[in-house]
């Protein structure tokens, strides 16, 4: 059998009408009944009834037994088929993601049952999403089939985060983690507006011209603005200028050469 969240066990027995009133020991096995733990001795238990709310939170290949000696000295026992215990939630955690294409993005997740009863095959895992910081709605289930594992999503540009929820065969639920996994995903291209130099506009060597721009983007790197110069039409490019400025305006020192493409 398989015991789970807060489960408890209630043995009762009887006793032939010439047994008189015994003192009962109850014990626990952890090894299919090869060594034995007292849980309670020399109990008078008219009722013939015992109650145990286990304290341990996994337990594999448990038996209870009760047990007397009668007026000769012999033991007299009776013992519970083998069970296992599984209060223990199982350890589900969002490790990390890859980029995949057209929006498509692979979190990466660990599922680990810590108990002794194994992930239930046959509940599928949850995964909830606030985005926002937004209210937390389930986004998807899905069958785990193997640890780590992959869950395709695919996101539009924005802040997210995300938690595991499922449970195991005993029917422990996961713990919500107190800090849920946290992605950006910016999916989308700079908006630039840019003022070069227009086609046919000639330029002075030894002087400067400024060049203003203006970029929408929400996660720009810190020097994520390159200002660069070419003097043969595009073919070869110099850096001039780096930033992390959104919106500004730099004075180009015009360079002292006579190029009629640049």
């Given at each position: 059998?398989?015991?789970?969240?807060?489960?408890?066990?209630?043995?009762?027995?009887?006793?032939?009408?010439?047994?008189?009133?015994?003192?009962?020991?109850?014990?626990?096995?952890?090894?299919?009944?090869?060594?034995?733990?007292?849980?309670?001795?020399?109990?008078?238990?008219?009722?013939?009834?015992?109650?145990?709310?286990?304290?341990?939170?996994?337990?594999?290949?448990?038996?209870?037994?009760?047990?007397?000696?009668?007026?000769?000295?012999?033991?007299?026992?009776?013992?519970?088929?083998?069970?296992?215990?599984?209060?223990?939630?199982?350890?589900?955690?969002?490790?990390?993601?890859?980029?995949?294409?057209?929006?498509t993005v692979f979190l990466l997740y660990a599922a680990e049952d810590v108990g002794q009863s194994g992930l239930d095959t046959e509940s599928p895992l949850e995964l909830w999403c606030a985005q926002e910081n937004g209210p937390w709605?389930?986004?998807?289930?899905?069958?785990?089939?193997?640890?780590?594992?992959?869950?395709?999503?695919?996101?539009?540009?924005?802040?997210?985060?995300?938690?595991?929820?499922?449970?195991?065969?005993?029917?422990?639920?996961?713990?919500?983690?107190?800090?849920?996994?946290?992605?950006?995903?910016?999916?989308?291209?700079?908006?630039?507006?840019?003022?070069?130099?227009?086609?046919?506009?000639?330029?002075?060597?030894?002087?400067?011209?400024?060049?203003?721009?203006?970029?929408?983007?929400?996660?720009?790197?810190?020097?994520?603005?390159?200002?660069?110069?070419?003097?043969?039409?595009?073919?070869?490019?110099?850096?001039?200028?780096?930033?992390?400025?959104?919106?500004?305006?730099?004075?180009?020192?015009?360079?002292?050469?006579?190029?009629?493409?640049?």
């Amino acid at each position: 059998g398989l015991l789970g969240p807060g489960a408890t066990v209630t043995l009762e027995w009887q006793l032939s009408a010439d047994a008189g009133q015994p003192r009962y020991t109850i014990s626990l096995s952890q090894d299919a009944g090869r060594t034995w733990t007292p849980l309670a001795e020399e109990q008078l238990l008219p009722d013939r009834k015992w109650t145990w709310r286990p304290k341990e939170t996994s337990l594999e290949r448990c038996q209870l037994m009760v047990s007397y000696q009668d007026e000769f000295g012999a033991t007299i026992f009776a013992e519970t088929p083998a069970f296992t215990l599984d209060q223990a939630p199982p350890r589900l955690a969002i490790t990390g993601f890859e980029r995949g294409t057209e929006g498509t993005v692979f979190l990466l997740y660990a599922a680990e049952d810590v108990g002794q009863s194994g992930l239930d095959t046959e509940s599928p895992l949850e995964l909830w999403c606030a985005q926002e910081n937004g209210p937390w709605e389930k986004r998807s289930t899905f069958v785990h089939t193997s640890s780590p594992g992959r869950i395709t999503l695919k996101l539009g540009d924005g802040e997210y985060q995300f938690r595991l929820n499922g449970k195991d065969r005993a029917g422990n639920l996961a713990s919500p983690s107190s800090t849920p996994f946290r992605l950006a995903w910016d999916n989308s291209p700079p908006a630039v507006t840019f003022n070069p130099p227009r086609g046919g506009e000639a330029c002075f060597g030894g002087t400067t011209r400024p060049l203003a721009w203006t970029v929408k983007e929400k996660y720009l790197a810190p020097r994520g603005i390159r200002l660069e110069f070419s003097p043969d039409d595009g073919v070869t490019w110099e850096l001039l200028q780096e930033t992390g400025t959104l919106s500004g305006s730099w004075p180009w020192p015009i360079p002292l050469l006579a190029v009629q493409a640049a």
